[in-house]
C-alpha cells in the first residue's frame, strides 16, 4: 500500500474515530464571515482597479442577498462612472439620509446633461465640511449652462474655501474667460502654468484668453506649442484657436486651412464652421463660403453669426433681398461700436442702397465710416443715397472724400464729373472726366460725358470725334447715339450759322437717324424724344416737333413747348406752358429768362408790373452753347443721356472672432465608496454527547519498525 495511503488512515482513526470511541468533545468553531460585507468590499476593491462593470454586479449580488443603503450608495456612484447618470441619480432619490446623496445626485443629474435641475439640488445643498467642493461643482454646472457671473461667485466661493487647489482657480479662470475679461483670466492661467497637472490643458487657454486681447501673434505661438507638444487631448479647440489667430492677423489663406482641420475633427461644430465661412468670406470665394453658412445653418437655424456671414455673401452675390433678410436676424449681434463690424455695416448699408431704403442705408453707411474712416466705399455709398436723394450738395460732398480716399478710382471721377454735367459746371466736368480717362481711358461713361463737356465748351468737332470713335469701336449704348445726336443737331445750327445750308441738312438728318437708332436700341430713356423735338422746330416741323415732345412731356420738354409756341407767335400758349414748367422747377435760369423774353415779346404792358418776372433779363447764361447758337434768341434745352457708375469696392471682409471657451473641467462626486465593517457570528457545535467531558490527550505515537514501511500499522 503506497506511503500516502497509510498516512491518511492514521490521521483518519486520530481525528475521527478514537474521539467516537471514546470521548465526548466540546468544539468552538468560528463560522465564516458575512458575505454580504465581503461582496460590497470586494466589489470596492475592483471599482479602484477600474473594473466597474464586475463591481456593480457584485453589489446588486450583495443587494439581492440583503438590501442595504450602502449598496445603493455605492451602486449610485459606480453606474456614475460607468456614465450611467440618470440611474446613478436615481438611486440616490432613495437614501437621502447619506451626507453628500443630494449633493451627488445634482452632480449625476449635471453630468446626464440636466443642468438646470442638477443646478437645483446643488444650490440647496448645504456643504458643511466640503462646502469647497459644492462650491466646485456649482461652477463647473453654471460654466456648462454658460452662466458666467454666477460661475464666478462659486468659483471664488471654492478658492476661499480652499484656495490651494489648483483646479478651483482653473475654473475660476474660465469663468473670467467667459465673462471676456480676459487680461484676468490670461493673468490666472498664467499663474498656474508651474503646476504639472495641468500641462495639457493651460496652453489652449491661455491662447483664448490671447486672443481676446486681440493679440494674434502671440495667441497664434501658444496654439502652435501646444500641437507641437504631441498632446492630443485638445486637438481640436488647438486648430480652431490657431486659425483664430491666423484669421486676426488676416492671413485668411492660411485660417481657411486650420478651420477645415477644426472641422475635420468635428464637423458639427458650430463655431467652426462659420470661422471657415468667414475665413472663405475673406477671401472671396463667396461660393464656397455660402456651403459652409449653410452647412452651420443646418446645426443652428437661429445662430446671428452665421446670419451675418450669410447676408455678407448674399449681397456680393447680388441677392439684396435674401440679404436683407438675413441681416434682419442678426440685429442683436451688430453692436455699432465694435470696430470689427465695419464690413459688415458697409455691406447692409449697400444693400439697402440697392433696394431704394435711402434713409435706413444712411444710417448704416455713416456707421461704417465712423468704425473704419479709411474705406472709401462707405463714403460713396453715401454719395449715391444723396444723388437718389437729389442733393446736389451731399453728393459732392461725400464724393469728394471717397475720391481722397481713392484718389485712381475712374468710376468715381465719372459720377463726378456727370454730377457737375447736372450742375451746368462744364469746366469741373471737363477736368473730372479727363482725370477718369487718365487712370482709365476705356471708360464709356467717362468718354461719353468727356464728348458733352467738349460740346458744351463749344468744341463740337472734338466731341463728334470722341463719339465717332466709342460708337465705331462697338459700343453701340443708346445714350451715345442720343447725345451725338445731339452734337450734329449743334453742327447743324453751327453750318446754319455759317450759312452751309446744305451741310446743315445733312446733319440734321443724321442727327434724326441718331435719335432713331437710340430709341430702338433703349426705348426706357425717352430723352431722345426732347432731342428729335427740337430738331423738328429747328427744322420748321412744328406738328411733328410738338408730338415729340408729348412723348416725353418733362419739365425740359415743357419749356421748349413754351419756345416753340413764343416762336410761332403764340405768346398765351408760351407763357402757359413756361409758367408750367417754373412751377416744377423755381430755381431754373432758362426758364425763367425764357419767360422774361415771351412777356417782353407779347406782354409788354404787364411787364413793369412783375419785377419778379423783369429779373430774368438778367438770367441770359451767356455761356451756354445753346444760347450761342440759338435761332430765334430762346434757349431750347437738350436732355443729354449718361449712366452714373455704379461702384463696385472688392470686399475687404472681416468677421468678430468668436473665442471657443474650453470645456469645463469634470465634476468631482464629494464621496468615495462606502467600506462595509465585516461581522463575525460564533456557534457552539456539539457532538455526541450533550454531557460535558474533559477531552482526553491522545498518547504520542511511537515509531515503529513500519515507519516509512508501506505496510499498514497494527491497531492496538
Known sequence: MPRLLCKAIVLFYCVVLQPIAGYSVELTATQPTDSVPRLNNTALRLARNKNYAGALQLLKRAAAGRPSDTLLYNQAIILSQLKRYEEAANLLQQVPTFSHAQANQGIFFCMSGDVKTGLTLLENTAGGKNADKVAFNRAVAHLHARQFNEANRAASEAVRIRGGDPMYRLVKADALLGLKKYQEALSSYQALEKDTKLATMLPVRIGNALLGLKKYEEAAASFTNYLLSGDRSNQAEARFGLANA????????????????????????????????????????????????????????????????????????????????????????????????????????????????????????????????????????????????????????????????SPQNDKMLTNKGNMYLKLGNMDEAYESFHWALNHNPQNINALNGLSISLLEKDRIEEAELVLDSVITRGHHKAFLYNNRGIVRSYMALKREKQKDMHSARQYYYRSIRDYERSRDLDSTHKTYYNNL??????????????????????????????????????????????????????????YRYNR??????????????????????????????????????????????????????????????????????????????IAMQAVKESTTARVASPVRVTRKRMPKARRTRMAGSTKCPKIL
Open 246 to 405: 491666423l484669421y486676426g492677423q488676416k492671413e485668411f489663406t492660411k485660417a481657411v486651412a486650420e478651420f477645415r482641420r477644426a472641422v475635420q475633427f468635428r464637423p458639427q461644430w458650430l463655431e467652426a464652421r462659420t470661422g471657415l465661412g468667414n475665413a472663405l468670406s475673406s477671401t472671396r470665394d463667396y461660393r464656397s463660403a455660402r456651403i459652409e453658412y449653410e452647412a452651420a445653418l443646418a446645426i443652428k437655424p437661429d445662430d446671428p453669426h452665421v446670419h451675418l456671414g450669410l447676408g455678407v455673401v448674399s449681397h456680393r452675390q447680388g441677392l439684396h433681398e435674401e440679404a436683407l433678410e438675413h441681416f434682419a436676424r442678426t440685429s442683436n449681434l451688430l453692436d455699432p461700436k465694435d470696430k470689427d463690424l465695419a464690413d459688415c455695416f458697409l455691406s447692409l448699408g449697400l444693400t439697402k442702397l440697392e433696394m431704394n431704403q435711402l434713409d435706413s442705408a444712411l444710417v448704416h453707411l455713416n456707421v461704417a465710416m465712423r468704425l473704419n474712416k479709411d474705406h472709401p466705399a462707405a463714403y460713396a455709398g453715401a454719395s449715391e443715397v444723396y444723388r437718389k436723394k437729389e442733393s446736389s450738395r451731399y453728393t459732392l460732398e461725400y464724393l469728394e472724400k471717397a475720391i481722397r480716399l
Open 596 to 673: 422774361y423774353k415771351v412777356y417782353k415779346e407779347f406782354f409788354k404792358d404787364s411787364l413793369a408790373k412783375r419785377p419778379d418776372i423783369l429779373q430774368g433779363q438778367d438770367l441770359m447764361p451767356t455761356n451756354s452753347i445753346s444760347s450761342k447758337y440759338s435761332k430765334d434768341g430762346y434757349i431750347n434745352i437738350y436732355l443729354y443721356d449718361y449712366d452714373f457708375e455704379h461702384y463696385e469696392f472688392p470686399g475687404d471682409h472681416y468677421f468678430p472672432i468668436q473665442n471657443a471657451l474650453p470645456a469645463p473641467p469634470d465634476y468631482r462626486p464629494l464621496d468615495d465608496l
Open 533 to 590: 423735338g427740337n430738331v423738328y422746330k429747328n427744322t420748321g416741323e412744328y406738328d411733328k416737333a410738338v408730338k415729340s415732345y408729348l412723348g416725353h412731356l418733362d419739365r425740359s420738354a415743357i419749356n421748349n413747348l413754351g419756345v416753340l409756341y413764343a416762336r410761332n407767335a403764340k405768346g398765351d400758349y408760351g407763357r402757359h406752358y413756361l409758367n408750367i414748367a417754373i412751377t416744377i422747377d423755381s430755381a431754373s435760369l432758362v
